[in-house]
């Protein structure tokens, strides 16, 4: 919580998320609900969006947000947020005022496609308060980029952080991805070290999910694609974590990598299960202890469906979302938190299973917090299942 010396009024922190769903054509491991040649669609969408955020500006349901919140993060995501005009990007973020004021200082990100910036974009962005450019680079090699479908090239990823630097963004992050079908080690490193010379302040590096139904599933499922097994996967992320350290680069997520000071705010929110409210077509919110979400349709939510699958969280759903998201950090989880919380020592009842953890080197507990070592972090899905079983 905040207090605000002016109004002596102690405020929440809220983040916002905007999806911007529209592409230029679809990636070939893509299942975000993201869709391209919809562009007659965009005005309409964004119509949406605005009496989206009216309709946020004055409900009751969590009381009313202008007064119970200050917007501490917004991050428009997608799709392609830098596809689309930036007057619909500015018209946005103006109309997120409407909602609660924003925090000084508030980090608002747009995302965006190497292959869709223009000097005039970044600068309407920026007049507009961006002040965090994260953009998707994935790899810095031609022919995977070509084989992932990305429409750009590897030449535009270096000029589009020119021009974001130029037009004065100080904060630029680019996504890389690891695991990709044909992917040697080498080439692997070479990704880092091109990431690494554009001297961006953050780096994400995600291994490649194959997810049903995408044009990679079906390449992999015809063997005409072959994804590296965990072993490869796991040294081509020791990889990263030891390039990126040796170029002052610190991990502090799973997939995460900071200069110091310039870990990505809006996503530790959701890491720290603090209230977000997510706008637009898929996106999901967690405000006052319920989730829900918007459909993942675009027609449903240019029709008027928003807030499905409401719930209350239980406060076993709480516990096990704690422990699921703070071990994604290097952090971990915050012992003296989860006791004030929950009313009972973290470890009460788990150290059996701690001392398993433990002795097999995949967490460590030290100056008040449980973290996953490199290790555990490889297979956090099975640590955590272990913790939590030993709660059954
Ligand atoms: S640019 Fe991103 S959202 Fe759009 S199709 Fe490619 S992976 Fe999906």
């Known amino acids: 919580m905040n207090i605000h010396s002016s109004f002596l009024i102690p ?15 679809k990636c070939a491991y893509c299942d975000f609900a993201s869709f391209p040649g919809r562009e007659a669609d965009w005005g309409r969408y964004f119509d949406e969006i605005m009496a989206e955020i009216r309709l ?14 200050r917007i501490k993060t917004l991050f428009i995501g997608g799709g392609t947020p830098t596809l ?26 747009a995302e965006g496609n190497p292959g869709t910036l223009t000097p005039g974009k970044l600068a309407a962005y920026r007049r507009a308060g961006v002040n965090r450019l994260s953009l998707g680079a994935q790899s810095f090699d031609e022919g995977l980029l070509r084989s992932l479908g990305r429409i750009h090239t590897a030449g535009q990823i270096g ?22 079908p044909g992917q040697g080690m080498d ?68 997939s995460n990598y900071a200069r110091p000071g310039r870990e990505c705010r809006h996503n530790l929110v959701y890491w720290n299960r603090g209230d977000y409210l997510g706008l637009g077509c ?34 076993r759903d709480e516990m096990e979302e704690t422990l699921m998201l703070s071990t994604r950090t290097v952090r971990g989880l915050d012992l003296a938190a989860w006791e004030n919380a929950y009313g009972a020592p973290f470890e009460r009842r788990r150290e059996a299973a701690i001392g398993r953890l433990e002795r097999g080197g995949l967490i460590e507990i030290g100056g008040g917090h449980l973290r996953l070592t490199t290790r555990g972090m490889e297979v956090q899905d099975a640590v955590v299942l272990e913790l939590l079983g030993e709660n059954e």
């Open 187 to 254: 080439q692997w490193a070479d990704a880092l070290d091109a990431a690494i010379a554009l001297g961006v302040e953050h780096l994400s590096a995600y291994s490649l999910i194959v997810e049903p139904g995408t044009p990679m599933a079906a390449r992999v499922a015809l063997g005409a694609a072959t994804v590296p097994d965990d072993d490869a996967v796991n040294a081509m992320q020791r990889q990263a974590i030891a390039r990126l350290d040796a170029a002052g680069y610190r991990r502090y997520e799973i």
């Open 159 to 180: 000029e589009a952080v020119t021009m974001a630097r130029e037009a004065g963004f100080d904060n630029i992050n680019l996504d890389l991805m690891y695991a990709l």
């Open 282 to 315: 898929a996106a999901h919110s967690l405000l006052g202890g319920r989730r829900f979400h918007n459909p993942e349709s675009l027609d449903d939510y240019l029709a008027g469906v928003r807030r499905q699958d409401e719930v209350r969280l239980t406060l």
């Open 11 to 25: 405020h929440s922190s809220l983040s916002l998320y905007v999806h911007v769903p529209f592409c230029v054509r």
């Open 56 to 69: 946020w500006s004055e409900t009751t349901d969590f009381g009313l947000l202008s007064e119970k919140y």
């Open 84 to 109: 689309v005009d930036a007057g619909y990007i500015e018209k946005t973020i103006d109309a997120c005022r409407r909602i609660a004021p924003f925090e000084p200082g508030a980090e608002i990100t």
